[in-house]
């Protein structure tokens, strides 16, 4: 019976599953606009904006999620993206190489 009310609001309706609201729109829009950007400068800016969207949805969520579960989704999100890795290309652990800082032979 507690699993029924960390998934249900406080009236019984489930709230697993929710029309997105704006941050969340925002969040797919400015990240599906990264990758069609055509230099690195405005493919940093839309992903910036995007993780911005979705740090402003997980901070509504965490503190006024309408039950437990999006409460808990919205603290895990703004949790991986305050601890996580900035930039994708350096998540494996190797620097990206400019090409001034090659050795020319």
Same mark, same amino acid.
């Given at each position: ?11 019984? %309706? ?16 400015? @990240? ?31 503190? %006024?999620?309408?039950?437990?579960? %999006?409460?808990?989704? @919205? ?31």
């Amino acid at each position: 019976m507690a699993s029924r009310n960390f998934f249900t609001d406080q009236f019984g %309706r489930q709230t697993i599953f929710k029309v997105p609201n704006g941050p969340l729109i925002g969040w797919g829009v400015f @990240g599906v606009a990264s990758m069609m950007a055509l230099t690195p400068r405005n493919a940093g800016l839309l992903k910036t904006l995007s993780k911005g969207c979705l740090m402003v949805w997980a901070l509504g969520e965490t503190f %006024r999620g309408e039950s437990g579960f %999006r409460r808990s989704i @919205g603290a895990a999100t703004l949790l991986r993206e305050v601890t996580g890795p900035a930039d994708p290309d350096t998540e494996a652990g190797t620097p990206k190489v400019s090409g001034s800082s090659r050795k020319q032979h």
